[in-house]
Every structure is written in C-alpha cells, then in structure tokens.
C-alpha cells in the first residue's frame, strides 16, 4: 500500500458497517498504524468493528481536539514523512468535513503529502439527496448563532439566498437544541419556505420530510432531542 493520508469514513450511529462502507475499506484500515482522530475511545470502537483482529494496543492515536495548533498537526504528520500511512477517523460521517480533520489535510496537501479520501456516508449529502431541494447548487452553514437574535438574523440571511441564489442553505444544531432551532425556523421563515428536517440517516430512526413553513406548522415535529439532524430551506 502506497504511504498516504487516508481518510477514513465511519457511520452516521448505530447501524451495520457493511450498510454504509465499501468493502475496499476495510483492506486499507487495517494496514495503517497511526490515526489521528476526533476521540480515540470512538476511533478505538470503529477500529474494532472494522476488524476484529485488529491489534489496538499496537497502534498510535493521535487526538485532533478542539484547540490543536498547526505545530501539533504537523507533528502528527511525520510517520507519513517517514513513509507510514496516517489514516483520519471523525466521530461520525466523512473526516475533514464540518469537522477539524480538514487542518490535518490541509497541512498535508501544504506539505505535498498523498491525500486519500476513502468512500462513506456524508449526511450533508444525504441531506440534499432526499430533500427534493437543488442539488446543483447548495451550501452548508454549520452551526447558527445561540443566541436568539443573531440566529433570527442569520436564517433571514440565509432564507434570503436560498430565494435570490436558487441555492439550497443547510445547517445542523447540537441534538438537544434541535427543538429550538426548529421553532425559530418557523417562526422566522416565510409561510411558502420549504423546510427539509433529516434525521438520524442511515439509522433505524432515520426520518426525511419536506414541507413548507406553513404545513410543518400543522404537523408536531419528532423528538430530536438525542438524534442528529440537518435542516435545510429552499425557495
């Protein structure tokens, strides 16, 4: 296997690895010593049920954290260097997406390093795939603001580009804040807005509906408080 960044896909929660990723995946993982991960106890877990065989004790974690340096990343860089393959594992979905893995990639594409990302679920795709909304042209705007004012802002703003840019807007919340953030939406939105909720995907829980503003106020939203989800608007 040529020496490389790998970066590794897991699943979106609790549902069967072979659902979600690829064979081929599980050849590469195997092979890598080093990981630089979002937290090792999960990384450990996912490593786990990729192979059974899988000696952890003789691999190398490396915790991305939330405050890691450029200094550190690149540190985490130099069995790559030195001709080992590094592989990246996130908490959930693709690594360096909506995640701090894209500093560890960037560095590396910085460095001339081989960058490989492998196949698996991005539950912002899966989003726009089921949303009915258009694909061609979308954005994902991470977190908006807590507090409440500057969150009523922001979904003006993007509400306002969904309309005069065609283009889809996408956001998430921390679970437990989902029921809020849902409440402002309809609150905030035009009646005709479409609203997409998509939560726990690839999951036994999974749920995708589509209404306008108006409609989603007809109907008593799931609880999310515990389940991952995405919100998308559009025009």
Request: charged content about 25%; proline content about 7%; hydrophobic content about 40%.
């Amino acid at each position: 296997m040529e020496p490389a960044l790998y970066l590794i896909p897991v699943t979106l929660g609790e549902t069967e690895l072979s659902r979600v990723l690829p064979a081929y995946n599980a050849e590469i993982v195997p092979q890598i010593k080093h990981f630089i991960v979002e937290d090792v106890r999960s990384a450990r877990r996912f490593l786990k049920k990729v192979n059974r065989d899988i000696r952890i004790d003789d691999l190398t974690f490396y915790p991305m954290g939330k405050h890691a340096s450029p200094e550190v990343f690149e540190s985490y860089l130099r069995p790559l260097e030195q001709g080992m393959s590094v592989g990246v594992i996130s908490e959930a979905g693709c690594p360096a997406v909506a995640d701090p893995g894209a500093d560890v990639v960037a560095i590396a594409q910085r460095k001339g390093l081989r960058v490989v990302p492998l196949v698996g679920p991005s539950s912002i795709l899966l989003a726009v795939m089921a949303s009915g909304f258009n694909g061609q042209s979308f954005a994902f705007n991470g977190y908006l603001p807590i507090e409440p004012s500057e969150r009523t802002k922001r979904l003006k703003q993007l509400e306002q580009r969904a309309y005069s840019e065609h283009q889809t807007q996408i956001f998430i919340e921390t679970p437990y804040r989902n029921a809020k953030l849902f409440a402002e939406i309809l609150r905030t939105c035009r009646p005709q807005t479409r609203l997409c909720v998509a939560a726990g995907l690839t999951c036994e829980t999974e749920s995708v509906k589509t209404h306008s503003v108006q409609d989603w106020k007809k109907i008593s939203l799931p609880d999310l408080s515990k389940t991952p989800a995405i919100f998308l608007i559009y025009k």
